[in-house]
């Protein structure tokens, strides 16, 4: 299913890097649609995509630490596949997605289920105490020659919006340092519910 699945995928994202997929206008797009600033590209991408062997994940709860456990788990895994190159910007990214997550993500429509917990692979599924789902995040690296893909995957079928950022503030940045910082970013929604929002960095 990797085999399949995994080229898909990026090929699919380095097909919207060119503009040859634009992102989708309609229901679920982001505010603003296809000319809004710094707005993801929409994948389409089999959910179970994200359960196969390629992907490698951890699930992190929304208590305080979470973007500091995602760092961590990114630097790592980075620093398994020789890739410590990208570890400074990955840990950004992937701090302000996990960020984005927990403010935004975490706004879970009364049951539904949001993916997770794993253990070890992105996909196994679980339910909290009395059957009720559990609220977790998970952070989701994907190698492939180039390129790393960093995604967070979290309960809520809304499509990441960058907005402008406050002037005299520090809030409504973390996605347009996400757009920055990446080569191509978006979101792919998930079969049943919920979303992946994805950025891609190419290797040096």
């Not at 179970?48 to 760092?71: C, F, K, N």
């Not at 400074?88 to 949001?114: K, W």
């Not at 790393?148 to 309960?155: C, E, F, K, Y």
Request: proline share 11%.
């Amino acid at each position: 299913m990797a085999s399949v699945y995994q080229p898909l995928a990026l090929a699919w994202v380095r097909a919207s890097a060119s503009g040859d997929t634009p992102p989708a206008d309609g229901p679920g797009s982001p505010a603003g649609g296809k000319n809004a600033p710094c707005a993801p590209r929409l994948l389409p991408l089999p959910s179970a995509w994200w359960d196969t062997p390629a992907v490698i994940a951890r699930t992190l709860s929304t208590q305080p630490g979470a973007a500091r456990l995602a760092r961590r788990f990114t630097r790592d895994t980075l620093s398994s596949w020789d890739l410590d190159a990208l570890a400074d910007e990955a840990e950004i990214i992937v701090s302000e997605l996990v960020a984005n997550a927990i403010m935004h993500g975490m706004r879970q429509s009364p049951g539904r289920r949001p993916p997770g917990p794993v253990t070890g692979r992105a996909g196994a599924r679980g339910s909290g105490r009395n059957g009720a789902p559990l609220r977790a995040l998970r952070v989701c690296l994907v190698r492939r020659a180039g390129e790393v893909m960093l995604a967070v995957i979290d309960p809520s079928d809304e499509a990441p919006a960058p907005r402008q950022p406050d002037r005299e503030g520090e809030g409504g940045r973390g996605l347009q340092i996400v757009h920055a910082l990446s080569d191509v970013w978006g979101w792919s929604p998930m079969d049943s519910h919920g979303k992946a929002v994805w950025a891609v960095l190419r290797c040096p």
